[in-house]
């Protein structure tokens, strides 16, 4: 009887432990959504093999930046940091079949060029049309003298 008691024990500490992550996880959305300019983003943080390497995320609009939040993880600073002044706008597009399997329904990609200590990076971004809208009107939006230069 004492090894039944045992195993219940433990399953029952395992499911509080779920619990109790799966709300840290809540918890934390509610913070980056309580900071305000928060919108759903996946980031391409793998790039070797075609259509795959995205990840779900959430942006978040901050002063000159644009900062990117794992949606899966439990780290208050942002995986991925882009400085408004260095990002450049190349393309935007339907995301592939491949692609579409691991992205939402109605997202869109969008494909720029960021500046990292003096080395330009180019990264895919996926979101909703309507955020896709929101951040291009975010990096136009940039105070005279911002805008990083044309090459």
């Known amino acids: 009887m004492a090894g039944w008691l045992t195993v219940l024990e433990a399953i029952g500490l395992a499911v509080v432990l779920l619990a ?20 759903e983003c996946s980031l391409r ?25 794992r949606f899966f993880s439990y780290a208050l600073r942002p995986h991925q940091v882009f400085d408004r002044a260095a990002v450049r706008v190349l393309e935007t597009r339907e995301p592939d079949l491949i692609e579409a399997v691991a ?9 720029i060029e960021a500046r990292e200590d003096s080395i330009d990076r180019e990264w895919e971004l996926a979101m909703s049309p309507d955020s896709l809208t929101g ?17």
Request: aromatic share 10%.
């Open 45 to 69: 943080v793998k790039t070797t093999v075609p259509g795959s390497g995205w990840a779900l995320g959430v942006g978040r609009y901050n002063e000159g930046i644009l900062e990117w939040f």
């Open 20 to 39: 109790l992550g799966l709300g840290l996880l809540a918890v934390r959305r509610r913070w980056l959504d309580h900071l305000g300019g928060t919108f």
């Open 135 to 151: 951040l291009l009107s975010w990096l136009e939006a940039a105070p005279p003298g911002v805008r990083r230069p044309s090459d």
């Open 103 to 111: 992205l939402n329904a109605d997202n869109r990609v969008l494909r």
